[in-house]
């Protein structure tokens, strides 16, 4: 079975960091790029950031880049999203997906698979 188990998630105060992990199991991790995603409160999911399947390229919406940096190891099949600099508005429930498609996968369009999600909450 597809696993993409989140965590890391916590409360933290405006300007602190977290860390989320995401295990991967199930399927061929280096075959896909796999995302972060966020969704706030009354909000509509969105892209946070995601690693390709070819050559590991990255990319970070507008609101991340510069305070969180993806990366993966494939030995571990486990995928992080080191976040700093936290903000309020960066309160969501953060969830690890996998897309085959490298295009659709950085373009946020389409993705196969995905894990039940981490809560991230910053105090101001």
């Known amino acids: 079975d597809v696993q993409l188990q989140a965590s890391g998630g916590g409360l933290v105060q405006t300007g602190g960091s977290l860390r989320l992990s995401c295990a991967a199991s199930g399927f061929t991790f280096d075959d896909y790029t796999i995302g972060w995603f966020r969704q706030a409160p009354g909000k509509k999911r969105e892209g946070v950031s995601c690693?390709?399947?070819?050559?590991?390229?990255?990319y970070y919406a507008d609101s991340v880049k510069g305070r969180f940096t993806i990366s993966s190891v494939s030995a571990n099949k486990t995928l992080y999203l080191q976040m700093n600099n936290l903000k309020p508005e960066d309160t969501a429930v953060y969830y690890c997906?996998?897309?085959?498609?490298?295009?659709?996968?950085?373009?946020?369009?389409?993705?196969?698979?995905w894990g039940q999600g981490t809560l991230v909450t910053v105090s101001s």
């Open positions: 997906a996998a897309s085959y498609s490298d295009y659709r996968g950085r373009n946020w369009d389409h993705y196969d698979y």
């Open positions: 690693i390709t399947n070819s050559g590991g390229v990255t």
